[in-house]
């Protein structure tokens, strides 16, 4: 399998659940990222990794928990969310070999709670 | 901050007609890259075409080019022969290119772009 891939595509959601979203790169990256993308907004970005560090939290609720135990897999951990949190998760990676570089996108997951 | 401002929410085009998508930013920065991503419906967003601020020379990518303008800070699409296949969201982004910014691409909200046979 190749390029970027998210599960699950789908998820519906009560607002006491624990869930986990999950991706993973096949492209031999080493930076990942997770977005959140609203109706009507712009794409906002969460969090980023690089090399497995978490280098930016862009003022993130707690109840969004990322985990990256390696450089090919980034995992969004959810818990107690608001309606407010439906969207479409989109998870991205970047070589980032050195300097600017072009993020490759995961088809992303669909969120909607409840 | 930067901020990215794609002011066409929706936008139409028959088949094999071309077609120019505006974006505009705004930033102090002098050291920074352009791209332009598509998203078609229920799909992967995608890279169409990317542009490094200090090259003067607009970028192109087979049938989809751009007009880079840096004093104007615009950064506008042209599809040309426009396909059924472009039908799409189209996102205008901005990165930062030095400063250990992490390197955040900023986007614009959108253009819906559709293409009628």
């Known amino acids: 399998e190749t390029g970027v891939t998210q599960t699950p595509r789908h998820l519906v959601m009560g607002m006491t659940n624990k869930k986990s979203l999950k991706c993973e790169q096949h492209?031999?990256?080493?930076?990942m990222y997770w977005y959140k993308q609203s109706a009507k907004k712009p794409l906002e970005l969460m969090f980023v990794y690089n090399f497995k560090e978490q280098t930016e939290n862009n003022s993130v609720p707690s109840r969004f928990s990322p985990e990256c135990p390696n450089s090919s897999h980034l995992f969004l951990h959810l818990h107690t969310l608001q309606p407010e949190d439906s969207a479409l998760y989109l998870c991205a990676s970047s070589p980032r070999t050195s300097g600017p570089d072009t993020q490759y996108f995961g088809p992303g997951t669909r969120l909607t709670v409840l | 901050a930067q901020t990215v401002t794609q002011s066409q929410p929706e936008m139409s085009v028959q088949e094999a007609e071309t077609v120019t998508l505006s974006c505009t930013y705004d930033?102090?920065?002098?050291?920074?890259?352009l791209f332009w991503y598509k998203q078609p419906p229920s799909r992967q967003m995608i890279l169409v075409i990317r542009q490094e601020a200090y090259k003067q020379q607009n970028a192109t990518e087979n049938r989809f080019s751009v007009n880079f303008q840096k004093a104007a800070k615009s950064f506008s699409l042209k599809i040309s022969d426009s396909q059924l296949g472009d039908t799409a969201m189209y996102f205008c982004?901005?990165?930062?290119?030095?400063?250990?910014?992490?390197?955040?691409?900023?986007f614009g909200k959108g253009t819906l772009l559709t293409v009628n046979p």
């Open positions: 492209l031999g990256h080493n930076a």
């Open positions: 982004a901005f990165m930062k290119g030095s400063g250990g910014s992490n390197y955040k691409l900023t």
């Open positions: 930033t102090s920065e002098s050291n920074y890259y």
